[in-house]
């Protein structure tokens, strides 16, 4: 049985992945309700894009608490308030702690521009092309108490070329970010993601047709 999600965003930045997020909810194919835009970051392009949508917005800027927790604990207060029940992280840049994973207990959704467990952290568009990797690409997750660490849900994979800088390679997985979460969080709402240790498995099993992927490609007779 679905049921329609009672999503708190937070976001720091431009908030294009809310963006995809917003737009799903509003046709429709994400069973989802954003009730509370957060941002630490009071220029954040994603309390405009929550305003412009009409969803409530919040600036709980960072600078004005001494600690973490404090921080995590006024989040909290404002997501409960609002009765959200599952949380996505959208390119918030602020390490969560306890406090707000114990008050939704894996309800906490985060998307990576990377291929975990390959290049957690930051800059990893760059790492992933310094590196030499023939794919990059953005991986949707449960949150835990590390820094990308938490069960993996879905993976989106695009390739690396060899003229990419940060920016095409950034882009090219853009795309595919705001492919991937609505499609993970729908996942949620559908009640299919059943987490076992590391493992989140897919209930019922998707059919994973014609997803193998090889760069540079094999040749038409091979
Ligand atoms: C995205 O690349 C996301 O994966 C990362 O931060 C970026 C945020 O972009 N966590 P936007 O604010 O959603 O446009």
């Known amino acids: 049985m679905s049921k329609k999600l009672r999503i708190g965003a937070i976001a720091s930045g431009g908030g294009t992945n809310l963006q995809a997020i917003i737009d799903r909810c509003a046709d429709g194919s994400l069973q989802a309700e ?24 919040l ?14 604990q006024q989040i909290v207060a404002a997501l409960k308030t609002a009765g959200a029940d599952t949380i996505v992280l959208a390119g918030f840049m602020r390490i969560v702690t306890d406090t707000i994973l114990n008050a939704f207990p894996q309800r906490v959704l985060n998307i ?21 990797a023939r794919f990059a690409g953005c991986t949707v997750h449960f949150v835990d108490s590390g820094v990308d660490t938490g069960p993996i849900i879905a993976q989106a994979v695009v390739p690396v070329l060899d003229d ?21 969080i729908q996942l949620l709402a ?33």
Request: aromatic residues 4%; glycine residues 6%; proline residues 9%.
């Open 34 to 57: 954003i009730v509370l835009v957060i941002s630490n970051n009071p220029d954040a392009g994603a309390l405009d894009r929550g305003k412009r949508a009409g969803i409530p917005t």
């Open 190 to 222: 559908e009640d299919r993601l059943k987490i076992d240790g590391r493992r989140v498995r897919i209930e019922p099993t998707a059919s994973p047709l014609n997803t193998t992927l090889i760069n540079p490609p094999l040749s038409d007779k091979e």
């Open 164 to 184: 990419d800088t940060e920016q095409t390679l950034s882009a090219r997985i853009l795309i595919e970010e705001h492919r991937l979460y609505p499609h993970a």
């Open 112 to 132: 990576h521009p990377a291929l975990l467990p390959a290049f957690p952290g930051l800059h990893v568009q760059r790492k992933a092309l310094e590196y030499g």
């Open 59 to 72: 600036c709980i800027d960072h600078r004005h608490y001494s600690d973490r927790e404090d921080f995590d």
